[in-house]
């Protein structure tokens, strides 16, 4: 597996002192262009308590490995500021739990809007773990709200390693959730009530089954039902559900993966846990986005629509159709595009995506997806033999033949996974041939 190493360097510790959250920024991209150590809020958060157990719940996430635990790195939390809420999302060690704290109710001055890694050490989820609701917390995103706890200009640095694994789940969630549709949505006594009603085993998979205004478990398969492989993946909920106002449950609408997406309605914000098809499956693995990755016009469809983002609080299809030029599809695979360079996310609340920038490099996308890669080297090699609908593809294990509409293979990945886990390469490559063969005849 390769590894990308992240260096984070902090102009001082986070700190929680006197009811002033104090986040700590390293690096990252502002409408004003990069910056050091970005400074994007200041400001009163009315709701303290659930604020405070949301980011304490969001840096648990990044510190889990929830298959094969094991002591490990950690990755810090991203927040996005778009003006009006602060995001923070977190990605777990494993590559198969993701999560998001939506801040919606924000009382201060916005300085900039973009994204930025934030410090979140051991000292300071001691002190988000007491943080009680009597009092608003006053909140700073960015370095000059340290300069009471840090006159030394002490600077914490860290370098951690980003797997190649880690890198691809971050961009093939947003694409999965994207196929989501909302399944059930319960109150807040119902929804503490079927929470903790799951068994506690990490390993056990249940099915949330509609019935009613409320939601019942079963050992398999059901009408409506949401897969939840892995129960204790959504720990991070419990300590949440003194706050429930609502629990929404969302699946794929067509039923193809077992991934889920559980979300809870805090008062003045909202937590989403993402969790892969299975525990020791990561998102990385499940090749949604290969089939728009291969269009020949995405990558520079991708970057024609990355000019018109502006940290939207949420990106709207229509006006990046008509403001590009493109249509809507192509629009589309275009935030596929940029998904893999972590500059979009989605949100199901929302049916919407939205706009922030990782820190990573967008060179590394192809070698992010290996198969899109092969499937290329296929191509120029000339091994796809197009037949009308139907293409040979010659490999050294021997031809493959391949059903292009239809998205079917004779290699042993198609019938190991029947197209549960994206394309094959003989695939791809047969569908980047035939639509090289249409624009030869255009």
């Not at 923070?88 to 201060?108: H, I």
């Not at 020791?280 to 089939?291: D, Y």
């Not at 020949?296 to 590009?324: C, H, I, K, W």
């Amino acid at each position: 597996m390769t590894h990308a190493i992240q260096a984070y360097a902090y102009a001082g510790p986070s700190v929680l002192d006197g009811g002033r959250l104090a986040l700590s920024t390293s690096g990252g991209t502002a409408l004003s262009g990069p910056r050091t150590h970005p400074r994007f809020f200041s400001g009163l958060l009315s709701q303290p308590a659930p604020a405070a157990a949301g980011l304490l719940a969001v840096a648990d996430v990044a510190l889990a490995r929830y298959h094969q635990p094991r002591p490990g790195w950690t990755r810090d939390p991203v927040v996005t500021c778009d003006g009006g809420r602060l995001r923070f999302e977190s990605f777990s060690a494993c590559g198969g739990v993701y999560a998001r704290l939506d801040v919606l109710e924000l009382d201060g001055d916005v300085l900039d809007r973009g994204t930025t890694n934030v410090d979140v050490n051991g000292p300071l989820r001691e002190s988000l773990a007491r943080v009680g609701s009597r009092d608003p917390l006053h909140l700073g995103v960015g370095p000059d709200e340290l300069t009471v706890t840090t006159l030394d200009g002490a600077v914490v640095e860290k370098k951690v390693p980003l797997p190649s694994r880690w890198l691809r789940g971050f961009a093939e969630v947003q694409v999965i959730a994207a196929g989501f549709d909302l399944r059930a949505e319960l109150g807040g006594p119902q929804a503490v009530r079927f929470l903790r009603s799951l068994p506690k085993g990490a390993r056990s998979t249940v099915w949330a089954v509609p019935s009613g205004r409320d939601l019942r478990l079963s050992g398999g398969p059901a009408r409506g039902g949401v897969c939840l492989s892995g129960a204790g993946r959504v720990a991070t909920l419990m300590p949440l559900l003194r706050f429930a106002k609502a629990l929404r449950v969302y699946g794929p609408a067509d039923g193809s993966s077992t991934a889920s997406a559980w979300e809870l309605e805090l008062p003045g914000m909202r937590y989403t846990l993402a969790v892969s098809p299975e525990p020791w499956r990561g998102f990385s693995g499940e090749g949604a986005v290969l089939s728009d990755l291969s269009t020949d016009e995405a990558a520079g469809d991708a970057d024609v629509v990355g000019m018109l983002l502006n940290f939207e609080p949420t990106v709207e299809l229509g006006l990046l159709a008509d403001r590009s030029g493109l249509p809507v599809e192509r629009v589309r695979a275009a935030l596929t595009q940029l998904g893999t360079a972590g500059r979009v996310g989605y949100d199901l609340h929302e049916a919407a995506h939205f706009h922030r920038e990782l820190p990573y490099d967008k060179e590394q996308v192809a070698q992010l997806n290996p198969r899109l890669t092969a499937a290329r080297a296929l191509v120029d090699s000339g091994a796809v033999r197009l037949a009308g609908e139907s293409a040979e593809v010659t490999t050294d294990g021997g031809v493959r033949r391949v059903r292009i509409a239809e998205g079917e293979c004779t290699c042993p990945w198609w019938y190991d996974h029947r197209g549960s886990r994206g394309p094959c390469k003989h695939v791809l490559a047969a569908r980047m041939a035939a639509r090289v063969a249409v624009d030869v005849t255009l």
